[in-house]
């Protein structure tokens, strides 16, 4: 079975611009959590999406947004990107809202 | 609010020696878990275990061991005859029942030289 997949691998931005990350979840998990990891630190919680609702949210700015289709997997945008983005974003699926996690290997964005 | 430290920065020790890695955790809540992941320079977290608040067993897996105390707040993690593939950036973390999130220490670099 596939793990947790996550596109693209890196990516480099420039200040201002609209990105979207995606990630699938291993197959039959229903739970979609979004993470940021700046460099040197542990990874901050974003958002966690269950059944295409969203089922939490950390303490992010309104630029950042998520959603979840109905075959699970996510996306995640952030808007008006800034220097300060630039981290490793990581996806991790679970088969329901509180359990174990599974991550992905992670996007690289490095806004310039 | 729930808060996870590793006041372990950087580790670099000799092959095959022990190493423990600290963590202490800071929550209210009776029911919770705590994990241990290990991050490797590509990026993705492996998991290494979890625990749960009512299960003070220690747990011995291969070379890894973990001894968590609730008296103290603390989960620490024990490799065993570290080896090189053993470099990585580990991390704690906590999740409360019922949360949506993972708590995360800030991490701990290991470096096992040969």
């Known amino acids: 079975d596939a793990g947790v997949t996550q596109s693209p691998t890196h990516l480099i931005k420039t200040r201002g611009q609209q990105v979207t990350l995606r990630c699938s979840p291993i197959?039959?998990?229903?739970?979609v959590s979004w993470y940021q990891q700046v460099l040197g630190q542990g990874p901050q919680f974003i958002f966690q999406?269950?059944?295409?609702?969203?089922?939490g949210r950390g303490n992010f700015p309104d630029r950042f947004s998520a959603r979840q289709f109905p075959n699970y997997s996510s996306e995640l945008n952030v808007n008006a990107l800034l220097l300060g983005d630039s981290a490793l974003y990581l996806c991790?699926?679970?088969?329901?809202?509180?359990?174990?996690?599974?991550f992905g290997s992670g996007t690289r964005l490095t806004v310039v | 609010a729930q808060k996870v430290t590793q006041a372990q920065t950087e580790i670099s020790v000799v092959e095959k020696e022990d190493v423990t890695l600290d963590c202490v955790y800071e929550t209210r809540d009776t029911t919770y878990y705590l994990f241990w992941y290990k991050q490797p320079p590509s990026g993705e977290l492996v998991f290494l275990i979890r625990?749960?608040?009512?299960?003070?067993q220690n747990e011995i897996s291969g070379r890894y061991s973990w001894n968590f105390q609730k008296s103290t707040s603390s989960f620490n993690f024990t490799i065993t005859a570290s080896q090189v593939v053993d470099s990585a950036v580990y991390f704690c973390a906590l999740i409360i029942q019922g949360a949506q999130k993972l708590v995360f220490g800030q991490g701990t670099r290991l470096t096992i030289n040969p």
């Open positions: 197959s039959g998990h229903k739970s």
């Open positions: 991790a699926s679970s088969l329901v809202v509180w359990g174990g996690y599974t």
């Open positions: 625990r749960n608040s009512f299960d003070e």
């Open positions: 999406y269950y059944e295409k609702e969203e089922r």
